[in-house]
T-cell receptor, first 112, second 113 residues
Framework: GNSVTQMEGPVTLSEEAFLTINCTYT??????LFWYVQYPGEGLQLLLK?????DKGSNKGFEATYRKETTSFHLEKGSVQVSDSAVYFC???????????FGKGTRLSVIA | EPEVTQTPSHQVTQMGQEVILRCVPI?????FYWYRQILGQKVEFLVS????????KSEIFDDQFSVERPDGSNFTLKIRSTKLEDSAMYFC???????????FGPGTRLTVT
């Protein structure tokens, strides 16, 4: 079945540092890939998505590229801010309105 | 901006009791989901619901669980006889017919004692 593996946290960075959170997946077919973010006390929010190979999703300075050859969807940001402190979840789904399969989440703490 | 809401935010119950978790999906969405996250573990899919019936369920969603859309706005998850291992954060989500993005509520933390 489908599965997602993402790097374990927590990750602690200084403000303006470069962020990479690794995510790899196993899937049959051609899944859609997502990054969700959960700020303290809030629900899961969609951060970005990509639906086919070589697509780049981007939002709020975050980017991730759908790499079919390496089955990866790593999240990157060039300069993190304290407000980026949250838990980040990589997820996939088969095309259409289908259930999401999540990674375990990576907690990011950014210190000033 | 429309959002998914969930009540209560925290529910404490004794083992063996029934609980009902409530969700109000985004009003024009047609697909509804429940997920749960046991502390420190992955967010796991429980069930999806479309056109007033279950469209898909995981092996976690056994006979003690049920879902219902009792009116035009609410979507509920019932756990008939709670167990200690049901303690988790339960998330409701919804998606539209032409956009597959799932929008999540803030979650209900269920604690079974």
């Amino acid at each position: 079945g489908n599965s997602v593996t993402q790097m374990e946290g927590p990750v602690t960075l200084s403000e303006e540092a470069f962020l990479t959170i690794n995510c790899t997946y196993t899937a049959t077919g051609y899944p859609s890939l997502f990054w969700y973010v959960q700020y303290p006390g809030e629900g899961l929010q969609l951060l970005l998505k990509a639906t086919k190979a070589d697509d780049k999703g981007s939002n709020k300075g975050f980017e991730a590229t759908y790499r079919k050859e390496t089955t990866s969807f790593h999240l990157e940001k060039g300069s993190v801010q304290v407000s980026d402190s949250a838990v980040y979840f990589c997820a996939l789904s088969d095309p259409g309105n289908t259930p999401l399969v999540f990674g375990k989440g990576t907690r990011l703490s950014v210190i000033a | 901006e429309p959002e998914v809401t969930q009540t209560p935010s925290h529910q404490v119950t004794q083992m063996g009791q029934e609980v009902i978790l409530r969700c109000v999906p985004i009003s024009n969405h047609l697909y509804f989901y429940w997920y749960r996250q046991i502390l420190g573990q992955k967010v796991e899919f429980l069930v999806s619901f479309y056109n007033n019936e279950i469209s898909e369920k995981s092996e976690i969603f056994d006979d003690q669980f049920s879902v219902e859309r009792p009116d035009g706005s609410n979507f509920t998850l019932k756990i008939r006889s709670t167990k200690l291992e049901d303690s988790a954060m339960y998330f409701c989500a919804s998606s539209g017919d032409h956009t597959y993005e799932q929008y999540f509520g803030p979650g209900t933390r269920l604690t079974v004692t």
